[in-house]
């Protein structure tokens, strides 16, 4: 069966669980996203476990995925995989033009008739509100601005590229250590050529195992792994801002190198995968699992600060007891005039009962 979209717990207990019991089985077509987003913390928590622990790929799937990983380990320690995601039917359903001409906008026209209740939109207006994605070379010139020189190794998840080669020709010049699913994996790829899911499949593994992962679009694939990252260890997912890019990409002609890069970096400042961007409410829980990330772990810093604050304490009750020995001494002395009744039973530094009774 395929539920609604944003379909809240209740309406699984009323309309799925019944057919659950009395057919044994249910098959949950399209379900990403069908879930709302909105849960009780409990049932996150469990959506957690569901997502990240009881959720497997295929072993011949999980396989060669991991096959490519050690593949690109082997050419470099580290490596980004970018997810470029400018097939035709993504450029089409975005309204997006990128400077084709007629050819451009009679292609993505008709692919765009696929979706009768699309609206009309103006390409120019989209890419300023950031809902056009970018190009591969503007891809990769935010990668270069933000630092990433030509020797890194990119591995780039997509499928049909719209424009092929000519298209790609400026990112492989950026970066010429450039992979693909199809040019480290040609004869095992066979098996998996006529299912598209499949092959997404293998690029979500490679794109989940790289140091930096970026996205080029807001798509369920690049939230998910986005979710899954900071989940898992928290590796950095770059996502590139691109209402605030789409401006400077148009201007990048009348600046030099330096103050592009500059620009870049400041457009980038909270959408490059930093721990602090996870805050509660903030967007949608495949990307931003808020109730299921732990507690960060205690920082170098942290322990140093915490070694002087204990230092600082060790010196004080050392004193103390220096004082309370020297008070003791005296005790002896008072104590057959009965001019002393107490004695020491715990000793505090700055609130904490260090030696209770």
């Not at 080029?216 to 939230?223: D, L, Q």
């Amino acid at each position: 069966m395929r539920v609604p979209r944003k379909s809240t717990p209740e309406y699984y207990l009323d309309q799925v669980l019944p057919i659950l019991l009395r057919r044994r089985v249910v098959q949950l077509t399209k379900f990403d996203y069908r879930l709302a987003n909105d849960l009780d913390e409990e049932l996150q928590k469990m959506r957690c476990r569901v997502n990240y622990h009881a959720l497997r790929f295929t072993k011949p799937i999980e396989e060669l995925g991991q096959k490519l990983v050690m593949r690109m380990r082997s050419m470099a320690k580290r490596f980004i995989a970018v997810h470029l995601r400018f097939e035709p039917d993504m450029l089409a359903f975005s309204g997006c033009y990128y400077g084709g001409g007629d050819k451009e906008r009679y292609e993505l026209g008709e692919i765009r008739k696929r979706w009768a209740t699309l609206p009309d939109l103006s390409p120019e207006g989209e890419r300023k509100r950031g809902k056009c994605p970018l190009t591969p070379h503007e891809v990769g010139l935010m990668l270069r601005a933000l630092g990433f020189a030509n020797d890194t190794h990119l591995y780039v998840a997509s499928g049909e590229i719209y424009g092929g080669e000519e298209t790609l020709r400026p990112l492989r010049e950026l970066f010429p250590n450039f992979y693909t699913k199809e040019m480290l994996a040609n004869e095992e790829l066979k098996p998996f050529l006529q299912f598209s899911s499949r092959l997404a499949a293998i690029d979500y593994i490679v794109c989940d195992e790289s140091d930096v992962f970026v996205t080029n679009n807001n798509g369920n694939m690049a939230k998910i792994l986005a979710g899954r990252r900071r989940y898992m260890g928290h590796k950095r997912t770059i996502r590139p801002n691109a209402k605030r890019l789409s401006a400077l990409f148009m201007a990048k002609n009348q600046m030099d190198w330096d103050t592009f890069a500059r620009k870049v970096k400041s457009c980038q400042r909270g959408f490059m995968g930093e721990p602090e961007e996870m805050k509660p409410g903030r967007g949608e829980f495949h990307e931003f699992p808020y109730s299921c990330i732990c507690e960060k772990p205690v920082t170098d810093e942290e322990h140093t600060d915490r070694d002087h604050h204990l230092d600082k304490a060790s010196a004080h009750l050392i004193a103390k007891l220096q004082s309370k020995d020297r008070e003791k001494k005296g005790e002896k002395k008072f104590k057959k005039k009965g001019l002393v009744e107490e004695q020491i039973t715990s000793v505090h530094i700055e609130g904490e009962e260090l030696f209770p009774d």
